[in-house]
């Protein structure tokens, strides 16, 4: 089912991975609506997608679709296809392509932004937020800062890469988790892999 379902899509989400935050999102769901920071080509918003319209509301996908650092030309996660006439990374296009083949578009809502300059002007509170941006540490620390507070009591954070080892992956959104546990604000739902879940106290 959700394991399968978009095994054409490019991401870097494991198809386990995605089975795990559906379930998540199922119960951020209940709460209120979804939003997700990094969506790429669309693979998580998809997922994602499914379990709104279950729930009966919507998913906002923010991403400036212009890449992370690894994304860029020369670097490990760099994808020749992605890059537009002008020798830029965009992603927009195949997100697009991707989220009108699989008919998403009635529940997800891409904001073309980045997630710091949206989270300034937002005021809807949300029942599941996954962060899945840039993961150098500014990055990470900006998604955590300017969105953590937006979650409804009893809402979802989810956080994707969490590695604890540094010869496992980048290191921010292991920061990023320690901090949202740190806080006072959230407690420890679960983890699956990389991915790691609390909810807004």
């Known amino acids: 089912m959700a394991a399968t379902k978009f095994e054409d899509v490019k991401g870097f989400l494991p198809a386990e991975e995605a089975e795990k935050l559906c379930q998540w999102a199922d119960l951020g769901a209940k709460i209120g609506p979804l939003l997700e920071i990094g969506s790429y080509c669309g693979l998580s918003t998809l997922h994602l997608a499914g379990v709104a319209r279950k729930a009966g509301t919507v998913v906002f996908a923010i991403d400036h679709h212009r890449?992370?650092?690894?994304?860029?030309?020369?670097?490990?996660?760099?994808?020749?296809?992605?890059?537009d006439e002008q020798g830029n990374f965009d992603s927009l296009g195949e997100f697009n392509r991707n989220i009108k083949r699989y008919q998403a578009d009635d529940v997800v809502i891409p904001v073309i932004?980045?997630?710091?300059?949206?989270?300034?002007?937002?005021?809807?509170?949300?029942?599941?937020?996954?962060?899945?941006?840039?993961?150098?540490?500014?990055?990470?620390?900006?998604?955590?800062?300017?969105?953590?507070?937006?979650?409804?009591?009893g809402g979802l954070l989810v956080?994707?890469?969490?590695?604890?080892n540094v010869s496992q992956g980048g290191q921010a959104p292991h920061a990023i988790w320690l901090l949202a546990k740190q806080s006072g604000l959230f407690e420890e739902v679960g983890s699956?892999?990389?991915?790691?879940?609390l909810k807004r106290l």
């Not at 890449?67 to 760099?78: I, N, P």
């Not at 300059?117 to 899945?132: R, V």
Request: glycine share 8%; proline share 3%; no cysteine.
């Open 113 to 153: 932004a980045t997630s710091e300059t949206l989270a300034k002007y937002w005021s809807i509170p949300l029942g599941f937020l996954f962060i899945d941006g840039g993961h150098s540490l500014d990055a990470a620390l900006i998604d955590y800062r300017s969105w953590s507070a937006h979650i409804k009591r």
């Open 159 to 164: 956080i994707h890469d969490v590695f604890p």
């Open 67 to 83: 890449g992370s650092e690894e994304h860029q030309v020369g670097e490990f996660f760099h994808d020749d296809a992605l890059v």
């Open 192 to 197: 699956y892999d990389s991915l790691r879940a």
